[in-house]
Each structure stands twice: as structure tokens, then as C-alpha cells.
């Protein structure tokens, strides 16, 4: 069971390696992943930004969370591109005939998510914090904000998983982001809920990305979450659970 062990961490680190050099030799990746999300904060803050009433004086906090959350949906987008084009190269029966363990090429690129997602959540920080982002927040709370990402970027990077070994085409391996990229317009993301006509209020308020956003948000603020931040690792964790499981089934289905 050791040996097993120690076969699959160094197996999947090799896999992570091979797609990192991926990603890095084709730095368009991260650079349009970027480029997107900061490109809507720049507008939302300075053109749309003194007609919103968010209740804050320094709009981009409110932002903020939003924004990462559409950086991250647009960044899975691209594992599901490399599994689809992995998948139609044959790249994975190869690994398969090699002596390595039968998941690692799947987990390589799961990895990889974080990874790359994380560089582009970082450089989107930084730009905020020259547009004035300021946060209140203690190191608990900011190891919290990162644990949260994490989370929603591994849930997020599972459907995409989904996505790219079921896909038919490449556009159709990354149109599931679409409707996702979406949700964050009609939530806490960029106006307040209460701001919203009823019915479109009450889809806003009992979809994922608004426990996310608000959780994010109440920590980087340095204020109380409540159970709030339950219900979005709730909504995590359970997307994360079942496109695992439908994941891993697909795979296992395709490899057969």
C-alpha cells in the first residue's frame, strides 16, 4: 500500500510537471485568464462604479470576490481544453501502457488548475491593490480566503474535468464555463441582492456563487461570517463530491 502511494504522488507530480510546461510555453493561457477579469474590474470600477450603490465606499472590496470568481471559472475552462485534446491525441492510452499509476495523468492536470488559477488570482489581487483594495483581514482569515478559492477552484476544475472527457469538440469542452461565468452577474458579485427585482432576487440568493462571494467578502473585510461561510463550503463541497464522482466515472468508462 506504501509502495502504491509513493508510486501515485511521484507519478502525478511527473504529470503535473509535463502539463505546467504546457502552460508555461504557452503563456496565453494565464495572460487571457488574466487579462479578462481585470479588464471587468477596471470597467466596473471606473465607468460603472459611481452609478452602483453597493453600500461601500471603496467599490472594488465589494468587487473583489466576484471578480476572482470569474477568473477562476474562465481558468477551468482550459483543463477541460487540455483533457479534450489529451483524450483525442490518444495521450492517455499511451500513459496507460506505461508502468505508472492509472490516475495520475487525470490528477496531473487537476493540479494543475490550482496551480495556474493561483498565479492568475494573485496578479489580480495586486492589480486591485493598486486600485486601492484595502482589507482589514488577519492571517486567519486570509489562510480562510485562500482555503475557499482553493475549494471552489478544485469543485469548479472537476466539472471541467467532466466537461473535457465527455466533450465531442473543443468548443464543446469549454462551453460549460459559459453558463457559470454567468451566475456571478446575477448575485452578491457586483450589486447587492436587495437591489434586484423579487424573482430575480430570489435565484441570486439561493445560488452558490452569493454564499461564496458574501463569505469571501465578510473575510476580507474583517467582519463576522455567521454560518454564512458553512453554506458556501457546503455548496463547495458538494459540487466538488458529485462531479468527483461522475468525473473519475467518465474516466474509468473511457480508459475501459
Not at 450603490?53 to 471559472?73: E, F, K, M, Q, R
Not at 473535457?164 to 464543446?172: I, Q, W
Amino acid at each position: 500500500m506504501e509502495t502504491a502511494r509513493t508510486y501515485f504522488v511521484s507519478d502525478t507530480s511527473v504529470m503535473l510537471g509535463r502539463s505546467m510546461r504546457h502552460v508555461f510555453r504557452s503563456m496565453d493561457t494565464i495572460i487571457t485568464v488574466t487579462i479578462m477579469p481585470i479588464a471587468l474590474m477596471l470597467l466596473f470600477v471606473y465607468v460603472f462604479g459611481g452609478a452602483i450603490h453597493a453600500g461601500s465606499d471603496n467599490y472594488v472590496n465589494y468587487l473583489l470576490p466576484g471578480i476572482l470568481l470569474i477568473a477562476i471559472t474562465s481558468g477551468t475552462s482550459y483543463t477541460a481544453y487540455r483533457l479534450f485534446m489529451d483524450m483525442q491525441q490518444g495521450i492517455f492510452q499511451r500513459f496507460h501502457s506505461m508502468p505508472i499509476a492509472r490516475s495520475a495523468a487525470l490528477s496531473g492536470h487537476v493540479l494543475t488548475s490550482l496551480v495556474s488559477n493561483a498565479v492568475s488570482v494573485v496578479v489580480i489581487i495586486l492589480v486591485a491593490l493598486i486600485m486601492g483594495f484595502r482589507s482589514s483581514a488577519g492571517v486567519l482569515s486570509w489562510l480562510a480566503v485562500v482555503g475557499m478559492l482553493g475549494l471552489f477552484t478544485l469543485a469548479l476544475t472537476w466539472v471541467a474535468a467532466i466537461a473535457g472527457l465527455s466533450a465531442k469538440s473543443v468548443d464543446g469542452a469549454g462551453a460549460f464555463s459559459y453558463p457559470i461565468m454567468f451566475l456571478p452577474f446575477v448575485s452578491s458579485a457586483f450589486v447587492p441582492t436587495e437591489s434586484m427585482p423579487s424573482v430575480v432576487r430570489a435565484f441570486a440568493e439561493n445560488q452558490p456563487v452569493t454564499s461564496i462571494v458574501d463569505a469571501i467578502r465578510s473575510l476580507l473585510g474583517g467582519q463576522p461570517v455567521g454560518n454564512g461561510i458553512w453554506l458556501a463550503i457546503a455548496w463547495c463541497l458538494g459540487i466538488l463530491v458529485v462531479a468527483y464522482a461522475v468525473a473519475t466515472r467518465v474516466y474509468g468508462r473511457r480508459m475501459a
